[in-house]
């Protein structure tokens, strides 16, 4: 492991595994007072960027997603609004705990599953695509009201067996090039990999605007950049394994700061 | 003791390919085999290319795969090129003209004096069998490897002789950091 945290990250963390006893349990990879959020590897312009709303890029996706929430969708006409009212009241903390478990279908869903849930039962709209920029953008406009609260997820024992999986599939080696997702997130973080200093895996601030992409994109996206370059065949948007994937990492940030829309390179 | 390397069967995940290859062995009409071979190739997963036998001694493959020694200047661009050898993504060594280098692994920087040709050759080939929870990729192996995307299914990372292009350069490279 390469250095340590200044010490206001060693008391924050401290602090959060006070807080936390149960889901240290579930995070035995990286000691909750090691554990860095991505904006931590980036340059100081980057963090910048991401610190100011009025230049943060992932804040044009936030506005879209505000004038969607208010806007009419589908058969019933109605907005978001209409039922869940002012989203910094109703929306606070939401997406610090998904993926959460959906009972009428016995597994877990992302946030932008919930989105397309609600769109198709309580709007009679279409669901929009992943990937889409409607649909990234009411994620991080939603993401947007929990920002600077601490990831809660994995609070429901039912998930245990999906964040089982999701560990499971992150400790796989996948690929031609063979390589699992924690042989360079756990096991090599703060290291280069060509140019890019590998971070820890905490999925801190999706969906996010990363600098490569010059575009807004979800942690789904980033699975599949990742799956593409070990030269593994990546599993197609909405994969239950993604979710799995995502309910284990969020477990494993709980107590981390939600910093959506966040900046990437 | 020698110990033979065996011959890499095809890969499990490859179904289609494998019943071409079936369907060859026991002799169907060529038609049919052709539109199996048309399926795969329409379906995604290439045709697994036959991977020369080797020989292990000890902890190196002694001689080349080709039976021939490679071409060290040839080796080198492999080594460099990001998309072929992909070694410097991980790896740095004596590469000046090279920008971002990786730092996950060793520097290449004197391995020609600290590994004999054979033992490079079996590092490059297949790790694993050297130590089973190494990251380096085997770079001429399709054991034992798990969702292999469709482009590259049934081929190892480099061929034959760019492995031995690959041995022929890291051999030069005998002064150490």
Redesign the interface.
């Known amino acids: 492991m390469s250095g340590l945290p200044n010490r206001k990250l060693r008391n924050a963390g401290i602090a959060g595994a006070l807080g936390l006893g149960a889901a240290l349990a579930l995070a035995p990879e990286a000691l909750p007072q090691e554990r860095r959020s991505g904006f931590e590897f980036m340059s100081r312009e980057s963090q910048v960027l991401q610190q100011d709303d009025t230049s943060n890029p992932g804040m044009l996706w936030v506005a879209e997603g505000e004038a969607l929430w208010s806007a009419r969708t589908g058969a019933s006409g109605r907005t978001c609004a209409d039922c869940h009212g002012d989203a910094a009241v109703s929306m606070k903390g939401v997406a610090a705990r998904y993926p959460v478990y959906f009972a009428e279908q016995s597994r877990p869903i992302d946030l932008q599953g919930r989105i397309n849930i609600c769109r198709e039962v309580n709007q009679n709209a279409t669901p929009l695509p992943y990937e889409s920029r409607e649909l990234l953008a009411l994620a991080a406009f939603i993401g947007k009201q929990s920002r600077g609260m601490p990831i809660t997820a994995g609070d429901d024992q039912r998930l245990e067996p999906f964040r089982a999986l999701g560990q499971e599939l992150y400790e ?8 699992s997702c924690a ?2 997130h756990d ?2 973080w703060g ?5 890019s200093v ?1 971070p820890q895996s905490h999925p801190t601030g999706y969906p996010l605007y990363r600098l490569e992409w010059q575009s807004v994109g979800s942690l789904q996206r980033r699975f599949r950049n990742c ?2 370059g070990v ?4 599993y197609p948007f909405g994969s239950p394994e993604y979710v799995n994937l995502e309910l284990f990492l969020m477990t494993r940030a709980r107590g981390m700061p939600l910093e959506t829309p966040a900046i990437r390179p | 003791m020698p110990k033979r390397g065996s011959r890499p069967s095809p890969p499990k995940s490859s179904g289609r390919a494998s019943s071409a290859s079936f369907a060859r062995r026991a002799g169907v009409l060529p038609v049919v085999v052709a539109a199996l071979t048309l399926a795969a190739a329409v379906a995604g997963p290439a045709h697994a290319q036959e991977l020369r036998p080797f020989t292990i001694v000890g902890d190196a493959i002694p001689e080349p795969l080709t039976g021939i020694k490679g071409d060290a200047a040839r080796g080198r661009a492999i080594v460099v090129d ?1 998309r072929k050898g ?1 070694c ?3 790896h740095s060594g004596p590469f000046p003209e090279q ?6 692994a060793p520097d290449l920087r004197g391995v020609g004096s600290r590994w004999s040709e054979g033992q490079l050759r079996l590092r490059l080939v297949d790790s ?1 069998r050297l130590n089973p929870a190494t ?1 380096m ?2 770079y001429y192996s399709r054991e ?9 299914q049934g ?1 190892p ?1 480099l061929s034959a002789e760019q492995i031995e292009d690959v041995v022929a350069f890291l051999a030069t490279l005998t002064e150490a950091p």
């Open positions: 796989r080696r996948q690929g031609q090039l063979n390589f042989n360079c096991d090599h290291r280069k990999l060509a140019s590998i799956m593409v030269r593994a065949e990546p | 990001r992909l410097l993504l991980c920008r971002f280098q990786g730092d996950l694993r990251i990729p085997p034992g490897l798990i969702r292999v995307g469709r482009a590259w081929k990372v």
